[in-house]
């Protein structure tokens, strides 16, 4: 899909872990010039869809990098610049 981001965050409101991992992630990714997509697991089981609440809202924030799950509780930043870094070839 042409125009879609690797990284997405998963949050919650009120969280201050994911606070910080938001802010990291900006960080990171204006360095690297990407972006990435913030999904609040609580609003998207609100709007229908409990599965990314389900899976992963007991170990919130959680990176994932092309959909599969890279990191959690806090970005692994080293790994996460190797990982890229990779993919983009």
């Known amino acids: ?18 606070a910080t991992a938001r802010a990291d992630l900006t960080r990171i990714c ?6 990435f997509d913030e999904v609040d697991v609580d609003r998207a089981a609100a ?4 599965t990314v609440r389900a899976e ?6 959680v990176l994932l990098l092309d ?3 890279h990191s959690y509780w806090e970005i692994d930043e080293p ?3 190797a990982d890229l870094a990779r993919r983009d070839g």
């Open 1 to 18: 899909m042409e125009g879609a981001k690797p990284l997405t965050l998963l949050t919650r409101a009120d969280c201050s872990a994911c």
């Open 30 to 35: 204006s360095e690297l010039g990407t972006g």
């Open 47 to 50: 709007d229908g869809d409990p």
């Open 56 to 61: 992963f809202g007991d170990r919130l924030p």
């Open 67 to 69: 959909g599969d799950e």
């Open 79 to 81: 790994r996460l610049r």
